[in-house]
């Protein structure tokens, strides 16, 4: 998506060669337009897949998750990073986080993903795919099965686009960052 790749390059920074700072236009501040096109871009790719829950985890996969679940009509559910005290029968997963570096527990009440959903998942990044292990467990659990997944930003250079590929999951991502140099500031992007 060519907005997008123009974002990363002019508003992204880099943390260092592996970590991608997006919180000018998704991880912090929002461009609502570019986030909406986001949207858009997930339905053509979904629309025919019959769809009828898009599930993201909090909290910088709701913008686009939001966006693309508003076009297919569907429900949106964001799957916790703490079980508040409401949640009456929950279902617990554990995910590895790449940036904070500590194993977290994600949790979803379960009467919200039934046996009979189709799950579309979406999320800001794709990079060692732990996140998306751990909302594989808790959607197999809950006997809904994956359609699919959107990611906006898939860091191609981490394991996480092949390891989910290779569970033969749909895997579509808006940009593809091959490679980053932290020093010049340069972004590879993948042809897609
Ligand atoms: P994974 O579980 O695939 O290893 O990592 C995915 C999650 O880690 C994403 O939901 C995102 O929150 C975070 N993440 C991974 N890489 C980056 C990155 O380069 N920049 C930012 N801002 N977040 C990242």
């Given at each position: 998506?060519?907005?997008?790749?123009?974002?990363?390059?002019?508003?992204?920074?880099?943390?260092?060669?592996?970590?991608?700072?997006?919180?000018?236009?998704?991880?912090?501040?929002?461009?609502?337009?570019?986030?909406?096109?986001?949207?858009?871009?997930?339905?053509?790719?979904?629309?025919?897949?019959?769809?009828?829950?898009?599930v993201t985890i909090e909290s910088s996969g709701i913008a686009p998750a939001y966006a693309t679940a508003i076009r297919l009509n569907v429900p949106l559910i964001f799957i916790k990073k703490t079980q508040p005290s409401t949640m009456i029968d929950p279902a617990f997963a554990e995910v590895f986080s790449f940036t904070k570096?500590?194993?977290?527990?994600?949790?979803?009440?379960?009467?919200?993903?039934?046996?009979?959903?189709?799950?579309?998942?979406?999320?800001?990044?794709?990079?060692?795919?732990?996140?998306?292990?751990?909302?594989?467990?808790?959607?197999?659990?809950?006997?809904?099965?994956?359609?699919?997944?959107?990611?906006?930003?898939?860091?191609?250079?981490?394991?996480?686009?092949?390891?989910?590929?290779?569970?033969?999951?749909?895997?579509?991502?808006?940009?593809?960052?091959?490679?980053?140099?932290?020093?010049?500031?340069?972004?590879?992007?993948?042809?897609?």
């Open positions: 998506m060519k907005a997008l790749k123009n974002a990363i390059e002019t508003r992204g920074h880099f943390i260092n060669d592996e970590v991608l700072k997006v919180d000018a236009f998704l991880n912090h501040q929002i461009d609502c337009s570019l986030v909406d096109e986001m949207g858009n871009e997930f339905y053509e790719h979904f629309k025919n897949k019959g769809i009828t829950k898009v570096n500590k194993t977290y527990p994600i949790c979803i009440e379960k009467e919200y993903l039934k046996k009979g959903d189709k799950v579309l998942f979406i999320d800001d990044f794709l990079a060692n795919g732990c996140a998306l292990e751990g909302l594989i467990d808790i959607v197999k659990s809950s006997g809904a099965t994956i359609e699919g997944v959107g990611i906006a930003i898939e860091k191609g250079f981490q394991k996480g686009g092949d390891l989910i590929r290779g569970k033969g999951i749909r895997v579509e991502s808006l940009a593809i960052v091959d490679g980053m140099n932290a020093e010049t500031g340069e972004v590879f992007f993948r042809e897609q």
